[in-house]
């Protein structure tokens, strides 16, 4: 069992910053896939970014087209911490935020970019901008 716990988001205007924070605990291996996907109200949930919790390069992580360039992902395997970073905020980023930990046994070097490929999923943390 994975417990995931997202936090920082907020309400901040146009062009601003956030950093989320989505902290794991239970049984977490190096080779598991951790993504962060959004939902907005009236669509369906997204995916933003994900790699796996350990091992590769930055090079490594996968984005969506819509943010690629604005935001990062990182993680800090010895915390059971991923981050995302994510820069010149739009009204169109306004969504609930979440982590997803899909169990792996191994590097596969694919992307995981369904919410049905993941197993466990945090609460969420909303974030709005506005115009």
């Known amino acids: 069992q994975v417990q995931l716990v997202e936090s920082g988001g907020g309400s901040v205007q146009n062009g601003a910053s956030l950093r989320l924070s989505c902290v794991a605990s239970?049984?977490?291996?190096?080779?598991?896939?951790v993504g962060w996907f959004r939902q907005a109200p009236g669509k369906e949930r997204e995916f933003v970014a994900g790699t796996t919790w350990s091992g590769g390069s930055a090079s490594d992580t996968n984005y969506a087209d819509s943010v690629k360039g604005r935001f990062t992902m990182s993680r800090d395997f010895a915390k059971n911490t991923v981050y995302l970073q994510m820069n010149r905020l739009k009204p169109d980023d306004t969504a609930v935020y979440y982590c997803?930990?899909?169990?792996?046994?191994?590097?596969?070097?694919?992307?995981?970019?369904?919410?049905?490929?993941?197993?466990?999923w945090g609460q969420g943390t909303q974030v709005t901008v506005s115009s």
């Open positions: 239970g049984r977490i291996f190096r080779e598991d896939f």
């Open positions: 997803a930990d899909r169990e792996m046994t191994a590097y596969t070097g694919k992307y995981y970019l369904k919410p049905s490929d993941y197993d466990y």
